[in-house]
């Protein structure tokens, strides 16, 4: 008897080879034959008349073979040709060095085909299509077919045949995760229905159900993780942090926005509850979320503790400091980077020991087991999505249940917000702060270079100051998208030499190329996206953007955010030349919307979720089955009934195998 626990070397025909080639596409055991998801299905129950064939389609006929077989020799290969007929036309059939077909077809039988059609004129033909006798019951021909990701050396008939083999065990008892009354509530199949039609659907609609159980079963697991997460932080005693925020407001130099004032509210909520705080600030670039950190790291350091705030460059955390500094003066406020002298970071490590330093603002050195932290309250993470949940459970061990903050400037729709940040409260910033333009965008092509760099002459002459972006840093042997390095040599046909700097990740000064542009001593900074995020000139009034068809619209959103930030009038130009209908589709959004919570949509829309959050690449999210956008439909059914179940058993104590299976999604891609 076939069992789930067996390893595939068990299942009929599968020898030590075909073990190993199993293994390498993860099938070891009937289970993993069995959760194996098929990439597509073929639907080969359609069958058409021959004289409706159309070219390079895949199609079904059922024809009579008429006359004998054909054998040739042509190119060192033997081609074997029978044609078939039915009462609309005729098919030429064709198959290579299979000698085994010379006997296969009797003159006026019927016979099923299914294959890639060629059409020359009134010739149709196939190469190598299936075959078997009409009226012949299952096979590979009139039915749902599976198509299944496949590896190099591993056939889809390997795979489709220990598969097959594997669904006897759909007859053992099998344990359904999903208990019976989420199922109900959500409409799911039960796990031994949904298997066996994810392999043999009789319909689309049966396969298509089929899969999304799997994705149900997932979201579920994920959001029971991040509701367990958040009740764990309700059970934890926190910090009683509590002041009067006057002298907070009256020091600042600016009013806040009313987005602002009430994210104020909700942290001084959070930080007077007694249980940790667990937030998200969520807002539009240029939105104010700095003065919104300050608010929590104010309310910290009057209560006599620590907060620390996490950046993700040195650029952005020296930047910070600066901006604390005036936000909060006379607080002790540090940096603490990679970068710091021997004799600096000695200094700022006693600061931080002995409690002077109030505020602790630093990069990943920050998270070093070692330092003293046990006076930390608070622990901020700016650029969420850019350090990854990781990081953010360590700051959330630094001290006894700090309160967290987390600040993002990536817009995202609610139903992500629950896939990606279901265990904080979300604060939205949605408007910007009086005085900050919006950014004029236009999209240009590359032969217009010139009348763009006298358009930037006379922002510099009335003391603005340009960015210039390009996708590389320097040039690509093979050619192709501008990079910085030459790009910002040839400027000085058009402007003084010492008037250009270049920046890109691979230098070393990156501080003090950065220090010089913003200080004015030059007034063209050429670089790579390292500038994306949070850099603050706001003298720079021009932002152009070459290759721009090579960015997606979040990341052109940010860049654009770079400008604008001070009183003058301020432009983005794109250069390129796109050529993709999604190409174009990004730069007309980028010319007529200014939101960054709809072009976070549009973004989505048009690219996915794994380029826009970047966590396929960092690993932190990786879903076997569910796609957060096209599955987006099962989030609130998944959400609701994760939140319904743990009424009942908030601790999953009743169901062990549940319990087990969040904590393998979770060590999965790191979110504990």
């Given at each position: ?6 390893g ?16 390498s ?22 069958r ?23 054998v040739?020799?042509?190119g ?7 044609t ?7 098919l ?6 299979t ?17 890639r ?16 006798p ?5 096979g ?8 299944y ?7 889809q ?6 598969i ?16 019976a009354v989420?199922?109900?509530s ?24 089929a ?12 959001f029971?993780?991040?509701r367990?997460q ?5 059970h934890?005693?926190?910090?009683v942090?509590s002041?009067?925020?006057d002298?907070?407001?009256k ?5 806040l ?46 209560c ?15 930047q910070h ?10 607080f002790?406020i ?9 004799a ?17 603002v ?8 070692n ?11 700016d650029?969420q999505?850019?350090f ?13 249940s700090?309160?967290v ?15 990606f ?9 949605p ?17 217009y270079?010139?009348?763009m ?17 390009c ?10 998208p ?10 000085s ?31 063209i ?27 997606g ?14 009183t ?7 250069v390129?030349?796109?050529?993709t ?50 599955d ?9 009934g994760?939140?319904?179940f ?5 601790q999953?104590?009743?169901?062990p195998?549940?319990r ?5 999604l ?7």
């Amino acid at each position: 008897m076939v069992t789930l626990s067996a390893g595939v070397e068990t299942l009929s025909g599968i020898g030590p080879k075909k073990k190993e080639q199993l293994a390498s596409v993860g099938i070891h055991t009937v289970r993993d034959a069995l959760f194996y998801v098929p990439l597509r299905y073929e639907d080969r129950r359609e069958r058409k008349d021959i004289a409706a064939l159309t070219d390079g389609e895949k199609a079904g006929v059922v024809a009579v073979a008429t006359g004998k077989m054909n054998v040739r020799r042509s190119g060192g290969k033997t081609l074997y040709t029978q044609t078939f007929r039915d009462g609309t036309g005729s098919l030429r059939v064709t198959w290579q060095n299979t000698p085994y077909l010379t006997k296969a077809f009797v003159h006026g039988a019927a016979y099923a085909l299914y294959g890639r059609v060629s059409v020359k004129g009134n010739l149709r033909q196939m190469f190598s299509p299936l075959q078997q006798p009409a009226g012949k019951r299952g096979g590979q021909i009139g039915s749902i077919v599976p198509v299944y990701p496949a590896g190099a050396g591993v056939s889809q008939s390997l795979i489709s045949s220990a598969i097959a083999a594997s669904l006897p065990a759909l007859g053992e008892e099998m344990e359904d995760l999903l208990p019976a009354v989420v199922r109900q509530s959500a409409g799911v199949p039960d796990i031994r229905r949904s298997l066996y039609a994810l392999h043999r659907p009789d319909t689309m609609e049966e396969a298509a159900a089929a899969m999304d159980r799997l994705k149900f079963e997932e979201l579920f697991l994920l959001f029971l993780g991040m509701r367990l997460q958040r009740k764990s932080l309700e059970h934890r005693q926190g910090y009683v942090l509590s002041c009067n925020m006057d002298p907070f407001y009256k020091n600042l130099p600016f009013t806040l926005t009313d987005g602002q004032k009430k994210a104020v509210e909700d942290i001084c909520r959070d930080m007077a509850g007694g249980r940790p705080m667990n937030r998200l600030v969520e807002g539009d670039v240029g939105s104010g979320k700095t003065a919104v950190a300050a608010a929590a790291l104010y309310i910290a350091a009057v209560c006599g503790k620590q907060g620390v705030l996490m950046a993700p460059t040195e650029i952005l955390a020296r930047q910070h400091v600066d901006s604390l500094r005036m936000l909060l003066p006379g607080f002790e406020i540090c940096l603490l980077t990679g970068r710091l002298k021997a004799a600096e970071r000695r200094e700022a490590e006693a600061k931080i020991a002995d409690g002077r330093a109030q505020v602790i603002v630093g990069t990943q050195a920050v998270l070093n087991e070692n330092l003293p932290l046990s006076r930390v309250a608070l622990a901020i993470v700016d650029e969420q999505h850019r350090f990854g949940v990781r990081q953010r459970g360590f700051l959330s061990g630094l001290s006894q249940s700090p309160h967290v903050l987390v600040m993002s400037a990536t817009p995202i729709p609610r139903t992500l917000s629950l896939t990606f940040y279901g265990d904080l409260d979300i604060s939205v910033l949605p408007a910007r702060p009086a005085g900050r333009q919006a950014v004029e965008t236009f999209a240009v092509p590359p032969s217009y270079r010139e009348r763009m760099y006298g358009f930037i002459k006379k922002e510099l002459e009335k003391g603005n100051r340009a960015y210039i972006i390009c996708p590389l840093a320097e040039e690509s042997e093979e050619g192709g998208p501008v990079d910085a390095v030459s790009y910002a040599a040839g400027l000085s046909a058009f402007f003084p030499k010492e008037s250009v700097l270049c920046l890109h990740g691979r230098m070393k000064n990156k501080e003090e190329i950065m220090e010089r542009f913003s200080t004015g001593n030059a007034k063209i900074l050429v670089s790579t996206t390292v500038v994306e995020v949070g850099v603050d000139v706001p003298d720079a009034t021009v932002m152009v953007v070459e290759n721009a068809e090579r960015f997606g619209l979040s990341q052109l959103h940010q860049l654009r955010g770079r400008v604008g930030r001070g009183t003058e009038k301020s432009y983005c130009i794109l250069v390129s030349e796109p050529h993709t209908k999604e190409a174009k589709a990004r730069l007309a959004t980028m010319k007529k919307e200014n939101d960054g919570f709809k072009i976070a949509e549009e973004d989505l829309r048009l690219r996915g979720p794994g380029e826009f959050f970047g966590v396929r690449q960092h690993g932190d999210l990786q879903l076997l089955y569910a796609d957060i956008i096209e599955d987006s439909r099962l989030v609130p059914a998944a959400w609701a009934g994760a939140e319904a179940f743990l009424r009942q058993d908030p601790q999953l104590k009743l169901h062990p195998s549940l319990r087990e299976a969040v904590a393998g999604l979770y060590a999965r891609f790191a979110m504990n």
